[in-house]
């Protein structure tokens, strides 16, 4: 069952997703420092938990907005990040290269053909629909 929402509600949902991915980006590029140029923890680490933070959120609003994220490659693409992320700590001599390999496979993500972001490996075809939630 789906419902209609308003156009304010829309602006309103846009505007606060939109919020969070530029929050995102920010802590980042913040965080980038410490991985590529080996700047003082304490440097960087506010911006780490920013952008922490700020994508733990953004995942939580894709799954709200429709459970099928989970099974898309948005969605899987987006724990593989996660996991290259978590490469870091066993290794971090690799740290630049593993972050470096996640900032583009978040553009891929983020701007590839919706073809293949749309993708579900469970149900092996793309999955389309009216996504309501914002």
Excluded: N
């Excluded at 309103?12 to 965080?31: E, P, Q, S």
């Excluded at 933070?53 to 990040?81: A, D, F, N, T």
């Excluded at 490469?87 to 073809?115: D, K």
Aim: proline letters at 4%; aromatic letters at 14%.
């Amino acid at each position: 069952m789906t419902t209609a929402i308003s156009d304010r509600e829309f602006f309103l949902l846009r505007l606060g997703k939109t919020t969070l991915r530029a929050l995102h980006v920010l802590g980042i590029v913040g965080a980038s420092a410490g991985f590529f140029h080996a700047t003082a923890q304490t440097h960087w680490q506010p911006w780490w938990v920013l952008a922490m933070v700020s994508g733990l959120l953004l995942m939580i609003w894709e799954i709200w907005r429709s459970p099928m994220w989970l099974v898309q490659l948005k969605g899987l693409g987006s724990v593989v990040k996660i996991g290259l992320l978590a490469l870091c700590y066993p290794f971090p001599q690799y740290g630049a290269v593993l972050f470096g390999l996640i900032a583009v496979w978040s553009v891929y993500l983020a701007h590839g053909p919706s073809q293949f972001r749309h993708y579900s490996v469970w149900h092996r075809r793309v999955l389309r629909g009216k996504e309501i939630k914002g």
